[in-house]
């Protein structure tokens, strides 16, 4: 998984909800009622779309994240133990060098 990975789930959330939104607001628009019940069921389907999906887009934003997170924190252990392997390495072949030197 790439750490810049954006969360996906909740996207494809955030597009349903969008969706479902507009297509009960079509059929609440055309349904023949006077303005003032059309705009309280407006208003009460925006709540209700909100209560559902503000919290879960959240949750799934946050679990993307510290995937991430853990992702990223694994490769920088990985790179840092790499580092201290070549350095290792690095320095067991001079002091090979200077051990065959001292024997010269």
């Not at 709540?47 to 994240?65: D, W």
């Not at 070549?86 to 024997?103: F, G, T, Y």
Request: hydrophobic share 45%; glycine share 2%.
């Amino acid at each position: 998984m790439n750490p810049d990975t954006i969360p996906v789930r909740a996207t494809i959330l955030s597009a349903i909800c969008m969706f479902v939104y507009v297509v009960i607001l079509n059929i609440i628009l055309h349904s023949g009622q006077g303005p003032i019940p059309r705009a309280i069921a407006v208003v009460i389907i925006e709540g209700i779309s909100n209560i559902v999906r503000c919290p879960l887009a959240v949750v799934l934003i946050f679990k993307t994240h510290e995937k991430n997170e853990q992702q990223r924190n694994m490769l920088s252990r990985e790179y840092r133990q790499e580092l201290e392997r070549q350095d290792a390495l690095r320095k067991r072949m001079e002091i090979m060098s200077n051990n065959k030197n001292d024997v010269n």
